[in-house]
């Protein structure tokens, strides 16, 4: 890590006055405090962290220095050495920051083989010694979340799980013979195919063998079963709307939700039912053609069955979560599906587009040949793509290990009084991908690379050129730095807004602020702007000499007051 960066990080920690995601703070003026729980979580994030030693929280993140910097390297390192299993190789960076000492310590990411990374001494198990980051804090974790990383080590195969008490009878015949006759007319090349019946639902994992008695598999009766609820009861896909957009807002009777509906039967029966339903529950608009209307539904049906599908495919169905159902949460703003488990084996929020790693195999494979999910890893591309053609910002993918979540928002990027807001910035050199980043700034609090890189289907070198390219002329706002750069908007997202005829200058910026804040100092510069140490100085010394502010207080602690 650069100097520069490691003071854009603090500066970026004290503009929002709270720890941040990847960013631990410790206070380390009495010595080298204990950062064990630290190591583990930030070892087992995606992206892997940083530990900043030398701020004080207490004191609204002032930086108050370490005490020993060379022993806390020496501490921390050792601690990540032996302490840690598996061991961590971290990296150090010192820097002085209004005279004090500030320690950073990354932490990187270990391979997904070896996670999860946890303090020896307290053991993997029962006695916190793994810790996962969840927000801005550090928690230990779950059995289960310990189970999925475990299980992403190798493939899983609860899917392949014989269900107790079912048997041949309790499938869909008709459905099953109709699945044979597919196969041995797509797949000629497979003897067993045209072997005697049980025999070949064997092979297909259909049905497993217990005790002399053919059991059918998780997968074959959820897949062919005439009511798999019967013996796993809570296999099912739930479906509530809310009056508003949170879970408690009630609405003018009081009520809380406007509409509660449970679907079950095997998977092809279970997911049409769904689909139809919370189509038929969505706000519609018109649109005349010619003399026929067309009903336009508040989210793209596209969209709405592959995030069904991806959810009744990829769930987990381990035991620690098979009490869980699919959940189907519409809001006023939103549509939310969650199913239990999070993403499986190298497949994160950020890679979800490229990379392919797949839970049940098995189920898969019976959902692909009866055309249930179509090939595999395009789902999410074609509820990107679903989004995208009606003109509505990408969906939004959030993982929690213990559940994974889709939400498409019902509002659309180009409206009207977007597009008239947009027309202000007529003047600016901007290409069409960034008018749709603005658009979509307008609606979200931020946007990160991968944001851009969804919303424009572009690589991450063309969205950091695009984005930066905004910055420079002032309509969006550098934040942190690096791999925690997130961009906010820089000018008013209100209607009818005055148009901008310059972009204001790193002066007037500095200026507003003192005005606002009262003062200002060198670290609050750096995280203003988004620039480092030296241009920081730069600035503030020059307007000094043009008498526009001056300093107060001695080096260390000095802050700027307008004249």
């Given at each position: ?61 002032g930086v108050t220095g370490v005490g020993d910097p060379q022993r806390v390297q020496e501490d921390v ?487």
């Amino acid at each position: 890590m650069e100097s520069e960066e490691l003071r854009q990080l603090v500066a970026e920690v004290q503009r929002q006055q709270m720890e941040l995601e990847s960013i631990e703070v410790k206070c380390a003026r009495g010595g080298t405090p204990k950062a064990f729980d630290s190591l583990s979580s930030l070892s087992n994030r995606p992206g892997g962290g940083v530990i900043l030693f030398g701020l004080d929280e207490g004191e609204s993140y002032g930086v108050t220095g370490v005490g020993d910097p060379q022993r806390v390297q020496e501490d921390v390192s050792s601690w990540a050495r032996s302490e840690m299993e598996p061991p961590l190789n971290v990296l150090f960076t010192v820097v002085e920051i209004d005279g004090e000492t500030v320690v950073a310590v990354e932490v990187p990411e270990i391979p997904r083989e070896q996670k999860p990374c946890y303090y020896r001494n307290r053991g993997l198990k029962g006695n916190g010694g793994a810790y996962i980051r969840s927000g801005n804090t550090d928690r230990p974790m779950s059995d289960y979340e310990i189970f999925t990383y475990i299980s992403s080590r190798g493939q899983p195969t609860d899917d392949e799980e014989r269900i107790a008490d079912a048997t041949l009878d309790d499938l869909d015949a008709v459905k099953l013979n109709a699945h044979l006759e597919h196969l041995r007319s797509t797949r000629p090349k497979l003897s067993f195919l045209t072997g005697p019946r049980e025999e070949t639902l064997t092979r297909l994992r259909v049905v497993r063998e217990v005790d002399g008695v053919l059991r059918p598999t998780l997968a074959g009766l959820l897949t062919f079963g005439e009511y798999p609820q019967e013996f796993l009861p809570q296999l099912f896909i739930a479906f509530v709307q809310y009056y508003g957009t949170t879970e408690h807002e009630k609405g003018p009777g009081g009520q809380r939700f406007l509409d509660n509906r449970k679907f079950e039967g095997p998977i092809p029966e279970m997911l049409n039912a769904a689909e139809r339903y919370v189509v038929g529950a969505m706000r519609k608009s018109s649109l005349i053609e010619s003399t026929r209307r067309k009903d336009i539904p508040e989210y793209p049906q596209e969209a709405l069955r592959e995030a069904l599908a991806n959810a009744v495919a990829h769930r987990d169905y381990s035991q620690y979560v098979r009490g869980s159902y699919i959940q189907v949460r519409m809001f006023a703003d939103r549509l939310e599906v969650q199913s239990p488990g999070g993403l499986f084996g190298k497949v994160t929020e950020e890679n979800i587009e490229e990379e392919e790693s797949t839970r049940n195999a098995r189920l898969m494979q019976m959902l692909e040949d009866t055309h249930i999910v179509e090939n595999r890893g395009s789902g999410i591309d074609a509820m990107i793509a679903a989004m995208r053609q009606a003109n509505m910002e990408p969906p939004r993918f959030r993982d929690s290990r213990a559940s994974f979540v889709v939400t498409l928002r019902n509002h659309t990027l180009m409206s009207p009084a977007t597009i008239q807001w947009l027309n202000q910035f007529a003047y600016q050199p901007l290409n069409d991908r960034q008018r749709v980043a603005l658009a979509y700034l307008r609606a979200n609090e931020r946007i990160v690379n991968n944001d851009y890189c969804r919303l424009n289907q572009v690589d991450v070198v063309t969205a950091g050129q695009e984005l930066r390219g905004l910055v420079q002329i002032g309509l969006i706002q550098q934040n942190s730095a690096s791999r925690w750069t997130y961009y906010t908007l820089g000018v008013s997202s209100e209607e009818g807004a005055a148009t901008v005829s310059q972009p204001e200058s790193d002066e007037d910026r500095i200026l507003n602020y003192v005005r606002e804040k009262g003062s200002i100092n060198n670290t609050e510069c750096q995280g203003l702007l988004g620039v480092g140490d030296t241009r920081a100085y730069y600035l503030l010394r020059k307007l000094c000499d043009q008498g526009k502010l001056r300093p107060k207080g001695p080096r260390k602690g000095r802050r700027y007051v307008a004249t």
